[in-house]
């Protein structure tokens, strides 16, 4: 026979790195791997990378010894007492940049993520709670997750041009697809409940259900989602940042080594602090929000803790 | 019908899919504001007198009602007629089948060397489940999972071209040298080998963990019970009855990983200045030159697709459950 459904261990996705994040947890791994302190230890250390970060981002102007966008020092200078790291190639003091840059970064992950969140827990929702329109919105999510998907974000933000919002709309537009799936088999799964049909069977209308029943076991669910899509917004933003493709107003991660690559900076000793430290802190970043995002789901997921 | 019936809906579902892509292609520069002119023949409508503009406008097409535009651009897509590039007035089939060989080059064998090496770790990992080398490898996974490529690229290149100076830091080939088959063999991976590197780290965490956790759920089975009941050695439960099974899910998850690889070439080629596909992109994008970069992305979503129907047939092959 032919699967009805499709089974877990076989989605349909041009690669979003959000998903993949799911599949450590195993029936076996509960009784192997003492799974509480192991999440427990994960979410610690995600929590404390995302914390210090967003306080770097709200404290920028406080921390960074210079304004990024002022000429501080000689071009091209090597590290120094007056330049942790050095400058660029037009005199910036690049800590500076980077400290600035972890405004421009997180936000446009995080706003990208709650916009996608948004889209992808509403479709997921109509398309888990009335299975007949569902099954025609699903396949729409399909079309969306097998479309290429950088080539895709690289087109759309051309067109766009290059500013922070279009920047934020056009990940969102790419990244809802993952969330609406996982929000519609769980939502699938609680409007089969016998309480829920115990409540229908009392005359109580859809929207009811969905607040009452649906959505208070939906909407964490959603929160650890958003807290995955959100590194896989920074990693996409550093990406189109570095493609050239971002705001060239707002410097982010991206495009300090959008600039490194193009006045080759990784052919000289200058790659050692124009280079390395960007990409730490994009990959920090983006490791921060995938520890907590697998350890909320850890806590959150019912199915999985069951497991 | 046999496998038909797992397999015909796929394939409207694959149509609907570059449905869409050609048709994204075709209504994006015509609803993004500003003339059109600029986006679809790339000349700033300021600079030309008003009869240049006519002119353009009937040659384009523009002057046409937008559903005859469309059918038009539709016609021209299925003759694999793409127009001239903007920058370099050649034609872009042309120019694309000059890239593409370089851009499989790379991503098929990254594909393959991911794909050994993320089953292999995989099983491992499963197999030693909850212990050092599964915890260490998981968090090593996850680490690179959050890893920019480019970045990664990067520092390849200043630590294999520039401190070690092992290999090539850009392009494909030695230009202007005059090599003997062998040496070209030679001087061709040398210029393939980071590129190779890069997108191989990246593929390899999604085979792993989807390998891994497939392995896990494969060893919970009753079925491998009895294989250990019986008395098989560790060896033969894991390679006649654990990894034959698991890698069924797998074998998708690699076709699938063809897509993301091909995106990721935009950047990896980029970095080292690799004359494939993804590095047309960013000349194409750098230099606004849209046509090709239409094309370009047209072109990354007939791989995907076709990728995606390798998978489904070779399905029912791996799993014969599929059969009907």
Avoid: C
């Amino acid at each position: 026979m032919t699967p009805k459904t499709p089974s877990p261990a076989r989605p349909k996705t041009s690669g979003v790195p959000t998903v993949s994040i799911r599949t450590f947890i195993t029936p076996r791994d509960s009784t192997r791997l003492a799974p509480r302190d192991f999440t427990r230890v994960i979410g610690t250390v995600g929590a404390i990378i995302v914390s210090t970060l967003v306080l770097v981002a709200i404290f920028a102007p406080l921390i960074a010894p210079y304004d990024p966008s002022i000429r501080a020092g000689a071009p091209f200078s090597p590290p120094s007492a007056e330049h942790l790291l050095g400058t660029n190639d037009v005199g910036q003091d690049i800590l500076s940049e980077l400290i600035f840059g972890t405004r421009v970064s997180l936000m446009v992950g995080v706003v990208a993520a709650s916009a996608a969140m948004l889209i992808g827990t509403t479709i997921g929702l109509v398309g888990g709670y009335f299975p007949r329109v569902g099954g025609i919105i699903m396949r729409g999510v399909d079309v969306v997750l097998v479309l290429p998907f950088l080539p895709l974000l690289i087109v759309l933000s051309t067109y766009l041009g290059r500013s922070v919002l279009n920047t934020i709309l056009v990940i969102a537009f790419l990244i809802w697809a993952p969330t609406a799936r996982v929000i519609r088999s769980q939502v699938l799964s609680l409007s089969r409940r016998d309480y829920v049909t115990a409540a229908r069977s009392m005359n109580a209308g859809d929207g009811y259900i969905i607040r009452r029943h649906v959505l208070p076991r939906t909407f964490l669910l959603a929160i650890g989602e958003f807290v995955a899509a959100t590194s896989a917004a920074i990693l996409l933003e550093s990406s189109l940042s570095f493609l050239g493709l971002g705001d060239p107003l707002q410097k982010s991660w991206g495009s300090v080594l959008y600039w490194a690559q193009a006045r080759g900076a990784f052919l000289t000793p200058a790659w050692q602090w124009w280079v390395l430290p960007p990409g730490v802190l994009i990959m920090l970043a983006a490791l921060g929000f995938a520890l907590l995002g697998y350890a909320l789901e850890q806590k959150i997921n019912p199915r999985l803790r069951r497991a | 019908m046999g496998p038909w019936r797992f397999f015909l809906p796929r394939v409207g579902q694959y149509a609907i899919v570059l449905a869409v892509a050609i048709s994204l292609n075709f209504f994006l520069p015509r609803l993004m504001p500003g003339s059109p002119l600029a986006l679809l023949a790339g000349v700033e409508p300021s600079e030309l007198t008003q009869e240049e503009r006519q002119a353009l406008i009937s040659e384009a097409g523009l002057d046409q009602p937008m559903i005859v535009q469309y059918f038009r651009y539709w016609g021209n897509v299925l003759t694999f007629n793409f127009g001239k590039s903007f920058r370099m007035n050649e034609p872009i089939g042309e120019l694309i089948l000059d890239r593409l060989p370089w851009t499989l080059l790379i991503t098929l064998t990254a594909l393959l060397l991911s794909s050994l090496i993320g089953i292999a770790l995989g099983v491992l990992a499963a197999w030693r489940r909850g212990r050092a080398s599964d915890v260490a490898s998981l968090n090593t996974m996850i680490a690179l999972e959050s890893t920019p490529s480019f970045w990664l690229g990067m520092l390849f290149v200043a630590l294999f071209s520039v401190t070690l100076g092992w290999l090539p830091s850009y392009g494909a080939v030695t230009p202007g040298a005059t090599l003997s088959p062998w040496e070209t063999i030679v001087d061709v991976a040398a210029h393939a080998a980071m590129p190779i590197l890069t997108l191989t780290i990246l593929s390899v965490p999604g085979i792993f963990l989807t390998m891994r956790y497939s392995t896990l759920s494969v060893m919970g089975e009753d079925f491998i019970r009895t294989a250990q009941a019986k008395g098989l050695t560790n060896t033969q439960v894991l390679s006649r009855h654990v990894v034959r099974n698991a890698i069924v899910p797998v074998s998708t998850v690699i076709a699938l990983r063809l897509g993301f690889a091909f995106g990721g070439t935009v950047v990896i080629e980029t970095v080292f200045s690799y004359p494939g596909l993804g590095r047309l992109v960013f000349e194409a994008v750098s230099s606004r030159d849209y046509p090709v970069m239409q094309a370009t992305f047209l072109v990354f979503t007939i791989a995907v697709l076709i990728a995606n129907t390798l998978a489904d047939l070779l399905y029912p092959r791996l799993d014969p459950r599929t059969r009907t």
